[in-house]
């Protein structure tokens, strides 16, 4: 079982801070994957990284895949109230692409105070 | 277009009862998934299928089954409940072209088990 760990679990922060959310595994990830999750909803992609080293940026949001593609970040800059959320990262493993299975990791909880 | 529909919302069963959680897409993707979320926890994928006919394990099948006679549905059966079945489930969907990652997620149904 390829192992998806996310830090930390739980994060509160005050309104207009920036964090980082880790995502970390020993296997290697054909794709990564990052999901916002509401309560009493499912899961609703953000972004997915594909190359070794890309970053991409959504507005406040900056999404880094590792260069041995192990591992991915997921910082938000001057956080809000609207960020808060479950997210959760979730990697296709090398060579199971055929069916685009997710490994989810366990999710970071993040509440953004006003 | 109502992406993906999950029924019913909220099921309470009885140990030992069965029941089938409906999960119908109309986006015409060929991938259809099962995922359990206890809490705290991310997701676990339940079962997968490729294509209408095809259906397959994934990591935590035992207690349910799954059918896929047309593109658009894909039932999951529990056969005689139990607690450790008390979960949301939620239904997923995605396309088989390459380069495409997203899955779509339904609403969830909530399940306890008493």
């Known amino acids: 079982t390829q192992l998806l760990e996310q830090s930390p679990q739980f994060l509160s922060i005050q309104e207009g801070e920036n964090l980082t959310v880790y995502c970390n595994s020993s296997?290697?990830?054909?794709?990564l994957q990052w999901y916002r999750q509401e309560p009493g909803e499912g899961p609703v992609l953000l972004v997915t990284?594909?190359?070794g080293g890309e970053v991409k940026k959504l507005k406040r949001l900056t999404f880094q895949f590792g260069d041995a593609r192990k591992d991915s970040s997921l910082h938000i800059t001057a956080a809000q109230p609207g960020d808060t959320g479950l997210y959760l990262c979730a990697g296709t493993p090398w060579g199971r692409g055929s069916a685009r299975q997710l490994t989810f990791g366990s999710g970071t909880q993040l509440t953004v105070l006003p | 277009n109502a992406g993906v529909t999950q029924t019913p919302k909220f099921r309470i069963l009885k140990i030992g009862q069965s029941m089938t959680l409906q999960c119908t897409q109309d986006m015409n993707h060929n991938y259809m998934y099962w995922y359990r979320q206890d809490p705290g926890m991310g997701l676990k994928l339940i079962y997968y299928?490729?294509?209408?006919?095809?259906?397959d394990k994934g990591e935590v099948p035992n207690g349910y089954n799954v059918s896929r006679s047309t593109t658009e549905d894909f039932p999951l059966r529990l056969e005689l409940a139990a607690p450790s079945q008390t979960s949301v489930y939620f239904c997923?969907?995605?396309?088989?072209?390459?380069?495409?990652?997203?899955?779509?997620f339904g609403p969830g149904t909530r399940l306890t088990v008493t």
């Open positions: 296997s290697v990830f054909s794709s």
């Open positions: 990284v594909v190359t």
């Open positions: 299928s490729v294509g209408a006919g095809i259906t």
């Open positions: 997923a969907s995605s396309y088989s072209t390459a380069g495409s990652y997203e899955q779509y």
